[in-house]
Antibody
């Protein structure tokens, strides 16, 4: 079955960067877009962007340009998101999610918590 | 950017009660998708392409709508349906979600 396993919780300092991973299994990694979504405590869902691991193409929500960088490693079927210049506003749970051929997010990772604090 | 406004923000329903959640888009969209999220868990695809139930979703759930107005209906509320429901569109970039409706059991 399709599984997305994300890396663990991170406690990072303001101004630093963090890289979250999302390891895919149970399907052909290079054939599906991987999306990233942010959820701040008690808040809704915010789309960050997607990457197509087959060729590395990316598309970002303009709001996250310069904040998030999406990459993918085909050899390990792992997608990554790096967040830079972290502030308290970046404290959130970040999900990876596979986009189905039909265009919806049909499988989600368990979420990775990022806490920005000095 | 298409803004999705969900209503109500929070509601409580009794077991057996019919429930309707609404999602209004600031511009017309072709399809609406819905996700269910329980506390501490990841969202799950629930309804896709406006009216199709995802795998494993009980048939008491249905979706409908067009243009700027969409809804998710539960024909008979059950305890396990207590969750937050989010609508989502990708008719235009950026992909956007509604702010969610938190559905509680009375």
């Amino acid at each position: 079955q399709v599984q997305l396993q994300q890396s663990g919780a991170e406690l990072v300092k303001p101004g630093s960067s963090v890289k979250i991973s999302c390891k895919a299994s149970g399907y052909t990694f290079t054939s599906y877009d991987m999306h990233w979504i942010k959820q701040q405590p008690g808040n809704g869902l915010e789309w960050i962007g997607w990457i197509y691991p087959g060729n590395g193409n990316t598309k970002y929500n303009q709001k996250f340009n310069g904040k998030a960088t999406l990459t993918a490693d085909k050899s390990s079927s792992t997608a990554y998101m790096q967040l830079s210049s972290l502030t308290s506003e970046d404290s959130a749970v970040y999900f990876c999610a596979r986009r189905s051929l039909g265009g919806v997010m049909d499988a989600w990772g368990q979420g990775a918590s990022v806490t920005v604090s000095s | 950017e298409i803004v999705l406004t969900q209503s109500p923000t929070t509601m409580a329903a009794s077991p057996g009660e019919k429930v309707t959640l609404t999602c209004r888009a600031s511009s017309s969209v072709s399809y609406m998708h819905w996700y269910q999220q329980k506390s501490g868990a990841s969202p799950k695809l629930w309804i896709y392409d406006t009216s199709n139930r995802a795998s494993g979703v009980p048939n008491r759930f249905s979706g409908s709508g067009s243009g700027t107005s969409y809804s998710l209906t539960i024909s008979s509320m059950e305890t396990e349906d207590a969750a937050t429901y989010y609508c989502q569109q990708w008719s235009s970039n950026p992909l956007t979600f509604g702010s969610g409706t938190k559905l509680e059991i009375k």
